[in-house]
């Protein structure tokens, strides 16, 4: 496995999103041994990055990951993210990246990972109700205690992302990307890398649509969040259907799978670019972590660039307003 920078944090090029193990898809949660499984076949893989979320489970899917590093800890850059759950007293649903949550906050993440430190921290949302200097002054005391190595920022604005960054450094930003979900490229990645920042693209896989293997949302759980999510509803996903196919279209060409050949698209936009796919099974943790031997040429790439793009927002209406682009 290649590895890239985010910042001055050496991550292997393709990591691993902890998330649906637990928390907003169909059968998260159902068997945490092959989850752990799954965590531990990354690793022989050469998979040195994994992202998790306290306010995935809420909280279990730490648990679980911590569980699966047992012993390996030193061996991963462990991101984890704050922000999302308040433990000051705002109302449920709220953000909360006020100093007194975060410090409650990374208590409780080293405790469920079963480390005393974190490799990458990043603020989930943007707080609108906490200026983004406080956030990051809290975080850069807790880089100076060693709580934390790295402090990283989830779908932040350009503007933010420059106050940030103006108090500590800033190793990484996280955003949804893909081929399905393109906004990041005019406003964040210029300033990404004026800043030398990286960039690390969650949903790399369109939340499963880009494998070609959803071809009905039928299948869905009551509790996956596909079900109300506009790409995946209506006419939208029937136009939808034809993006995927056009991605399996190019996968033929290139002897690869339709997931190979999404995120060897990601890791042809640069060098300072590592998706982190999400899965519960090994077989498909092999499948990702195999597309880093993808190479896609460049007439492949410009067929790729010209998709037909995605209908429907990422999120429903709620989680559309927490994002900045």
């Known amino acids: 496995m290649r590895h890239v920078m985010l910042g001055n944090l050496d991550v292997s090029r393709v990591g ?5 193990m637990s928390h907003g898809y169909t059968g998260a949660g159902t068997d945490e041994a092959e ?14 990055f994994v992202d998790t979320a306290e306010v995935y489970g809420p909280y279990t899917n730490e648990v679980l990951v911590g569980q699966a590093l047992k012993g390996r800890r030193a061996e991963v850059v462990l991101a984890t993210k704050f922000g999302m759950i308040s433990h000051t007293g705002r109302a449920p649903g709220q953000l909360d990246s006020s100093p007194a949550n975060i410090r409650t906050a990374v208590e409780g993440s080293l405790k469920r990972l079963g480390t005393d430190y974190i490799d990458l ?3 989930h949302r943007v707080d609108p109700q906490v200026p983004i200097e406080d956030t990051v002054g809290a975080l850069a005391e807790l880089v100076a205690e060693g709580k934390i190595r790295h402090i990283g920022l989830s779908e932040a604005g350009p503007e933010t992302i420059r106050r940030a960054h103006a108090v500590h450094p800033i190793a990484a930003v996280q955003s949804e990307y893909s081929l399905w979900t393109r906004y990041p490229e005019a406003r964040v990645l210029p300033v990404l890398r004026e800043l030398n920042i990286g960039f690390v693209p969650f ?6 649509f880009l494998t070609g293997k959803i071809r009905s949302t039928g299948e869905f759980g009551d509790t996956d969040w596909r079900r109300n999510n506009p790409r995946f509803t209506g006419e939208n996903f029937q136009h939808n259907l034809r993006l995927a196919d056009e991605v399996e279209a190019v996968a033929d060409q290139a002897g690869a799978t339709a997931a190979q050949v999404a995120l060897a698209w990601l890791l042809a936009q640069g060098d300072d670019i590592a998706p982190i796919p999400g899965t519960k099974r090994v077989s498909r943790v092999e499948e990702n972590t195999a597309a880093d031997g993808v ?3 460049s007439a492949q790439i410009e067929q790729l660039n010209k998709l037909t793009p995605a209908l ?12 900045e682009r």
């Open 16 to 20: 691993l999103g902890a998330m649906g």
């Open 35 to 48: 989850s752990v499984r799954t965590i531990r076949r990354a690793l022989e893989l050469g998979v040195t």
């Open 121 to 123: 921290y990043y603020q």
């Open 203 to 208: 949903s790399p896989l369109g939340r499963g």
């Open 295 to 297: 190479e896609l040429t």
């Open 312 to 323: 429907g927002d990422t999120h429903d209406e709620a989680g559309m307003r927490l994002l």
